[in-house]
Nanobody
Framework: QVQLVESGGGSVQAGGSLRLSCAASGRTYTMGWFRQPPGKQREFVAAISSSGGATDYADSVKGRFTISRDNAKNTEYLEMSSLKPEDTATYYC?????????????????WGQGTQVTVSS
């Protein structure tokens, strides 16, 4: 069992930036970020392959968010810039126990506890 711990959330004004981190207790393969806005379902944000060579993003964050990972530290990151009020959500780190590529929430095996991001206008 792998534990995931997110950090870096907070409150920021529109147009600002935040960097989320997710530390894993062991080796992980495909990893992703998902978010759950208030009153809505959890949705895909970004994913990264085991090597970091492949990434994908939700259309709503393309060009503003960047996912990356440092396998030596078992840590993934989400750099968020040009933040908008609609980015307000609880952000969750997720990981698979294999290298299968997936953007579907239901296919991820491990989840963090979530970190809150609030963007004010």
């Amino acid at each position: 069992q792998v534990q995931l711990v997110e950090s870096g959330g907070g409150s920021v004004q529109a147009g600002g930036s935040l960097r989320l981190s997710c530390a894993a207790s062991g080796r992980t393969y495909t990893m992703g970020w998902f978010r759950q806005p208030p009153g809505k379902q959890r949705e895909f944000v970004a994913a990264i392959s085991s090597s970091g060579g492949a990434t994908d993003y939700a259309d709503s964050v393309k060009g503003r968010f960047t996912i990356s990972r440092d396998n030596a530290k078992n840590t993934e990151y989400l750099e968020m810039s040009s933040l908008k009020p609609e980015d307000t959500a609880t952000y969750y780190c997720a990981a698979r126990r294999d290298s299968m590529w997936s953007l579907r929430r239901s296919t991820y095996h491990y989840w963090g506890q979530g970190t809150q991001v609030t963007v004010s206008s």
